[in-house]
């Protein structure tokens, strides 16, 4: 009895300590971003509770025409993504749950395929650049339309669906484009909800492709902008989009850093709990089938 408490105690001390360690560079960066810039200063850096709280980084950064460019840009993404890439993966995975379609077999083939094995780098940018999308905000889109794997997990899950609601659908007079509009869909919000936050998380933290495709400052997604301001002042210096936050300033550069990465981050904090719900029922619906 006396072992077992023992146990207790030390695995709560250490699961606490892990905590602490977790969560102590977002709680720094909260701090930092509401600190006064004087108190910044006049600490040079070190601030675990600032004295005395402002917001004069976040009204800069939210008054900035790059950085609400930027921010727009990412939401576009995150938006207009989002809808395409559910509206694709589901389509595509609703076809494959239904045995009728004679080239069933063959789609999954090809799709597993795309899971299983990755053209690389340079195939994908070759074809961006023949699809003449280089500096356009759609070449953070389309390339990454849909996810094989995230194909599969629908299926499974419309695969869970009783046959016998479409059956009854179409005699009640629905073609297929009703049934999945009107009757499948519906019955799929947990699915759609737990993938579309994954979707709407990788939209809004798009950064790779960005590099890759977009070499205009103004169309700049958000994490690109956030990367030239979190490094050192003379890449920001260099003409680059984060130059308007970054200098011509009072502010200290850190608390602008850290007022950045807050309202970056905030969105997908905000949406999550939101989702929470569907999202732990849509990942599990559709893996356990009688």
């Known amino acids: 009895m006396k072992e077992s408490r023992l146990f207790g105690t030390a695995n709560n001390a250490i699961l606490a300590l892990i905590g602490v360690v977790t969560l102590f560079p977002l709680y720094y960066v909260f701090i930092v971003s509401f600190t006064d810039p ?19 980084s976040y009204q800069y950064i939210l008054s900035t025409s790059t ?3 930027a921010t727009g840009i990412s939401a576009f993404l995150a938006i207009v993504g989002t809808l395409l890439s559910l509206m694709v993966t589901a389509s595509l995975a609703y076809g494959l749950s239904r045995k009728r379609l004679k080239i069933r077999k063959q789609l999954m083939m090809m799709i597993l395929i795309t899971i299983l094995f990755s053209p690389g780098i340079i195939p994908h940018y070759i074809l961006v650049r023949d699809l003449g999308m280089i500096n356009s905000i759609w070449s953070l889109i389309i390339p990454v339309l849909s996810s094989g794997w ?8 419309f695969d869970s669906i009783p046959a016998s609601l479409e059956e009854a659908a179409m005699m009640d007079g629905y073609n297929d484009f009703g049934i999945f509009f009107r009757i499948i869909l519906p019955l799929s919000l947990p699915a759609l ?14 950064y790779f492709s ?27 210096s260099q003409g680059s989009g984060a130059a308007e936050i970054m200098n011509e300033q009072q502010l200290p550069a ?13 969105p997908i904090l905000i949406i999550y709990p939101m989702l929470q719900k569907h999202f732990a029922k ?3 619906l559709g893996s356990i089938k009688e």
């Open 38 to 56: 004087a108190e910044y200063i006049r600490k040079q850096g070190f601030v675990l509770f600032p004295e005395k709280w402002s917001i004069l």
């Open 67 to 69: 950085y609400l460019n």
């Open 150 to 157: 995230y194909v599969f997990l629908m299926k499974s899950f």
């Open 193 to 206: 909800a737990a993938f579309g936050l994954f979707y709407a998380v990788g939209y809004w933290n798009t």
């Open 210 to 236: 960005a590099v890759l495709y977009i070499n205009v400052s103004s169309k700049w997604p958000l994490q690109i902008l956030l990367q030239n301001i979190l490094i050192d002042s003379s890449t920001s």
């Open 254 to 266: 850190q608390t602008l850093k850290m007022a950045a990465v807050v309202v970056a981050t905030l």
């Open 282 to 284: 849509g990942v599990m």
